[in-house]
């Protein structure tokens, strides 16, 4: 799901060329950074973006309600784009296991695009390897079928945000090589040295080799307000993709 | 990086093969031996066990009114595993093994297997209800627990 992400990020930008309007879903997309980097920021915004494609209704998963709707999202919290978002709440494991197995149950329009937020608090429940990639391969797989409903040319987009370690911690190196697999495409969320009375992040955004990295400045003010602009190139740097260190490895 | 990116997709010398093979079968309902030396030289043994459980027609396509699919194979060891119909996951321990774990495989038999009958047209049809299929795939999950 690059694709709805990619429009979030440039939202903010003048230069929005019409050809990013396209309904493609793009590839499966993990969204990574470390604790209170604007993740769920971000896919609100992607929840707000796709409910105002005139399409499907928008289905985030999260296991906790969100403390407060994000501001500054780019779109306005129309109450009618609010009403095609549909929140659930998943407690456990377990029961977000049941819900995506069962997802072909539900009747109504399928989902145009499909979030979930703090996979790492599925994961810890989880032994190994292969019960990660089932989880991340059946998010796959319902996204898969609420595009097959959705038909051609208009697929349900899949982003998953999932919290990484702070830096020198890696050992969720592995499980998030293995999350890779299923993702083609990534946005990395990195802090940078704090402006004053601002959070500033820089997203980097892999979409999977259907084109070149892109980065952004995203910014959130003290009342909660998020900004995104994008990244400032410095000159004779603007091949950003090979040279830059930016992509956040952990 | 570039390997673990590639970790899940099917090459696309392998794609081609694939769709080549279902060209050819469909003219001369039969693989060319030329694509099953071909086969040998990508998989190695996988080759052969997957295109045994194809003879065997021990893939079965599971799906619902819904639409939603799902694969089943019957290994040679007697237990059925599950492949997902969209994406590259299959419930055996190979598959946890050399796939996920060790990257050094493209696929396990199963999962090859599944691909081949779809060339080949001949795995077993069998619809179910919206609810079991949600029971085939969650069943998947209960076993391990």
New interface residues.
């Given amino acids: 799901m690059a694709e709805t992400l990619r429009r979030v990020l440039n939202l903010g930008t003048s230069a929005r060329s019409g050809e990013e309007d396209t309904a493609e879903a793009g590839p499966p997309l993990l969204l990574l950074g470390g604790p209170g980097s604007g993740k769920t920021a971000l896919l609100f915004a992607a929840a707000l973006e796709a409910a105002g494609e005139g399409r499907g209704p928008v289905l985030f998963l999260t296991r906790r309600p969100l403390q407060s709707l994000p501001r500054g999202t780019g779109a306005a919290l129309d109450p009618l784009r609010l009403q095609k978002i549909r929140f659930q709440y998943p407690p456990s494991t377990?029961e977000l296991?049941?819900l995506?197995?069962?997802?072909?149950?539900a009747r109504g329009p399928a989902p145009s695009l499909l979030l979930l937020d703090g996979l790492e608090e599925y994961l810890v429940e989880d032994?190994?390897?292969?019960?990660a990639?089932?989880l991340a391969?059946?998010l796959?797989?319902t996204a898969?079928?609420f595009s097959?409903?959705t038909g051609p040319g208009q697929g349900c987009g899949l982003v998953v945000a999932l919290q990484t370690q702070e830096e020198g911690v890696s050992g969720d190196a592995l499980q998030v090589?293995?999350l890779?697999?299923?993702f083609?495409a990534q946005c990395w969320l990195q802090a940078e040295t704090p402006a004053p009375g601002q959070h500033r992040l820089r997203a980097c955004l892999d979409p999977?080799?259907l084109g070149p990295r892109a980065e952004w400045c995203v910014a959130f003010r003290p009342n909660g307000e998020m900004t995104i602009t994008p990244w400032p190139t410095q000159a004779g740097n603007l091949s950003l993709d090979k040279g830059s260190s930016s992509g956040g490895?952990p | 990086?570039a390997a673990?990116?590639a970790?899940?997709?099917l090459p696309a010398v392998v794609e081609e093969l694939l769709s080549e093979m279902a060209a050819a079968v469909q003219e001369n309902a039969r693989i060319p031996d030329e694509h099953l030396s071909l086969l040998k030289f990508i998989f190695g043994p996988s080759a052969i066990q997957a295109l045994d459980l194809v003879d065997r027609q021990s893939i079965t396509l599971i799906s619902?009114p819904?639409?939603?699919r799902?694969y089943q194979v019957l290994g040679s060891s007697g237990k059925t595993y599950t492949c997902?119909?969209?994406?590259?996951?299959c419930?055996c321990p190979a598959?946890?093994f050399s796939v996920?774990?060790k990257s050094d495989s493209l696929l396990c038999k199963h999962l090859l297997a599944v691909y081949l009958s779809q060339v080949t047209g001949t795995c077993r049809q069998l619809k179910v209800s919206?609810?079991q299929?949600?029971d085939v795939?969650?069943a998947?999950?209960k076993q391990?627990a």
């Avoid at chain 1, 995506?100 to 149950?105: I, R, T, V």
């Fill in positions: 377990h296991l049941q995506l197995c069962s997802a072909h149950e032994q190994g390897p292969q019960d990639a089932y391969a059946l796959l797989d898969a079928h097959h409903q090589s293995l890779r697999r299923y083609p999977g080799g490895q | 990086m673990a990116l970790g899940l997709t619902s819904s639409g939603r799902v997902l119909a969209s994406c590259h996951y419930s598959f946890a996920l774990r919206d609810k299929l949600t795939l969650f998947e999950k391990k």
